[in-house]
């Protein structure tokens, strides 16, 4: 519980405004240092993104001395780029938004650290945001999006099914057991050695194994989809990445060829690992999209499932999803790509949504910690689990 003084200078800070209301949003939740100036509207004013992709692909994965490092680097230019490229000055700020969990503690550091001294210094309301709320509510930055909707998330550090009841109010109705299909697809992507591929040398794993795939015959690979015989809304990707491990070492044996070699049958594998993901994601959402009706918590005109997150630029992955909304009624929608994958835009649109409701707003001198694990919504996964729906079977024919 806030005190009474914290309070009434929350109200305060709603009771200031310069017309419409601007939130600068920061975003450094894992390896991408953004910012972004977002208005009441959803209009983009300015934003600014390094990436450090490059640097991680030299380095197999993600090292989080080396990310924090780079967010210390360079968090200072991408907010000063976004002010300066949406005209915007720091008294003009409405307040300042910024993701405090989940993910990486060294990289949310550096943005909490970073946005409690700008607020303080430019005596400015502060918005903790949770990631993933921001990944789920961005659609509607770009259409009317209303609650209640049904949203999967979709990344290299996330997994999970949930039902978007309003800004803060979200039903938690499936999660990753343990990897992310993001983190798999980069894993199983390092363990071919695709960046010594000539068309996937500056590709993320993700982006390699979905262009690669394209050309592969995912039938050469049949792999088993998870948790076949489970019947909740949970997702398994480590059982999958073993299973990929030992047929990439049972081919580089065949070939006759060592451990880093591109073998010569990586399109498929690329295809076969693709699949499996797209099926389990697909197979997972139908169930959840039939709880839903049975439970009566989507609307029963124009019921709709928003994905975002990263993986969730991936065509293959749409197409197989579009065959579940199309077989139940649901319209899918995804944010561009652009959006799909960590940003300040989404960070200072969630902003503008608290805003708007008057939820989560801190004066600047409160005290926030980052939390690195941090759950959305309200936990129903058992009560899914309890009611063991078992969705019709459908055929995944889905084209590159």
């Not at 430019?122 to 209303?146: D, S």
């Not at 960590?342 to 005290?367: F, Q, S, T």
Request: hydrophobic share 40%; charged share 20%.
């Amino acid at each position: 519980m806030l005190s009474s003084r914290v309070v009434s200078l929350r109200r305060c800070w709603l009771g200031k405004g310069f017309g419409s209301r601007l939130v600068l949003g920061v975003e450094t939740s894992c390896d991408d240092t953004g910012a972004a100036v977002v208005d009441e509207v959803g209009s983009v004013l300015g934003e600014s993104l390094h990436s450090q992709k490059e640097v991680h692909l030299r380095t197999g994965g993600i090292i989080p001395a080396v990310a924090q490092k780079l967010h210390m680097e360079n968090i200072s230019r991408v907010v000063q780029e976004a002010l300066e490229r949406s005209g915007v000055s720091e008294h003009q700020l409405s307040a300042v938004a910024t993701t405090v969990m989940p993910g990486l503690a060294l990289s949310l550091g550096i943005g909490v650290d970073f946005s409690l001294n700008f607020v303080r210094q430019h005596n400015k309301p502060f918005i903790p945001i949770h990631h993933m709320e921001a990944h789920a509510l961005t659609i509607r930055m770009l259409q009317p999006v209303p609650f209640p909707f049904l949203v999967l998330l979709i990344s290299g550090g996330h997994c999970l099914l949930a039902v978007a009841r309003g800004v803060s109010d979200f039903l938690l109705l499936g999660h990753s057991l343990d990897s992310a299909p993001g983190d798999i697809l980069d894993k199983v992507a390092r363990r071919l050695s695709l960046i010594k591929h000539p068309q996937c040398s500056t590709l993320s794993g993700g982006q390699a194994i979905e262009l690669l795939a394209k050309d592969g015959d995912r039938t050469k690979f049949p792999l088993t989809t998870p948790l076949g015989q489970i019947y909740d809304c949970c997702f398994s990707f480590a059982g999958l990445q073993s299973q990929v491990t030992r047929l990439i070492r049972n081919k580089e044996a065949e070939e006759g060829v060592e451990k880093g070699t591109l073998l010569s049958c990586v399109n498929d594998i690329a295809a076969a690992i693709q699949h499996t993901v797209a099926c389990h994601l697909a197979k997972r959402t139908h169930r959840a999209i039939l709880f839903c009706k049975q439970n009566y918590l989507l609307p029963s005109c124009s019921p709709t499932l928003v994905v975002s997150g990263g993986v969730a630029s991936n065509q293959y992955i749409r197409k197989a999803l579009t065959i579940i909304t199309e077989t139940t009624g649901l319209q899918l929608l995804c944010p561009p790509a652009r959006l799909c994958m960590d940003n300040g835009v989404m960070i200072a649109w969630n902003g503008v949504e608290r805003l708007k409701e008057g939820a989560g707003i801190l004066p600047p001198h409160v005290d926030v910690r980052y939390e690195p694990k941090a759950p959305l919504g309200v936990d129903i996964t058992a009560e899914v689990r309890a009611a063991a729906i078992r969705p019709p079977s459908i055929k995944m024919k889905i084209t590159n």
